[in-house]
């Protein structure tokens, strides 16, 4: 079982910057990848950003550019720096854990933090 523990979020007038965290712990798998899906209401939760643990980012087009995924593997986090907000980012932002074995891969999330843009 991971745990995932996230802070960050809140409320931000457009053109501002959020950053996001995500701390992992429990049953770690050695090949893994952290990042972030989002959900706006009425819509499916999407991509926005995500890393492997041999530092491999990969982005949503529509955050390409204005948002920066990290991690710090010693300390199994994961952060999400998000400039040049839009009324658009606006979503319920989770974090996520895809642990890869042998033969399996399995999902871990967070519970969700509020992002809200004001235009």
């Known amino acids: 079982q991971v745990e995932l523990v996230e802070s960050g979020g809140g409320l931000v007038q457009a053109g501002g910057s959020l950053r996001l965290s995500c701390a992992a712990s429990g049953s770690m798998f050695s090949i893994n990848t952290m990042g972030w899906y989002r959900q706006a209401p009425g819509k499916q939760r999407e991509l926005v950003a995500h890393?492997?643990?041999?530092?491999?980012?990969n982005y949503a087009d529509s955050t390409k550019g204005r948002f920066t995924i990290s991690r710090d593997n010693a300390k199994s986090t994961v952060h999400l720096q998000m400039n040049s907000l839009e009324p658009e980012d606006t979503a319920v932002y989770y974090c996520?854990?895809?642990?890869?074995?042998?033969?399996?891969?399995?999902?871990?999330w967070g519970q969700g933090t509020q992002v809200t843009v004001s235009s």
């Open positions: 890393i492997t643990s041999g530092g491999m980012a």
């Open positions: 996520n854990y895809r642990g890869s074995g042998r033969r399996v891969e399995v999902d871990y």
